[in-house]
């Protein structure tokens, strides 16, 4: 939940991608804002970013210059 909430979702957004109800989504963005005693939304965010559950990202294949951001993969490339 913190990785999409870091990724910018809104809580209809996080409902579609995890197939749950708006009112669960908005249920488990209050339970993490409690448990990591966060005063807002955007300190969820700081926190996905510091504890590197998503990392920013360039859109290099459309060279547009916009950022964007990624779910860090939990697979490592062992080669």
């Known amino acids: 939940m913190l990785t ?6 809104t809580n209809p ?3 579609a ?3 749950i109800t708006v009112a669960t989504a ?11 005693d966060a005063r807002d939304r955007a300190y969820l965010i700081i926190t996905a970013y510091e504890t590197g559950l998503v990392r ?7 060279g547009d210059g916009r950022w ?12």
Do not use: Y
């Open 17 to 19: 991608e995890s197939s």
């Open 4 to 9: 999409l909430i870091g990724r910018g979702l």
């Open 13 to 15: 957004e996080i409902a």
């Open 56 to 62: 920013a990202s360039r859109h290099l294949a459309c």
């Open 26 to 36: 908005k249920a488990h963005v209050a339970r993490l804002l409690t448990e990591l």
């Open 68 to 79: 964007s951001t990624a779910p860090v993969s939990k697979t490592s490339n062992t080669t």
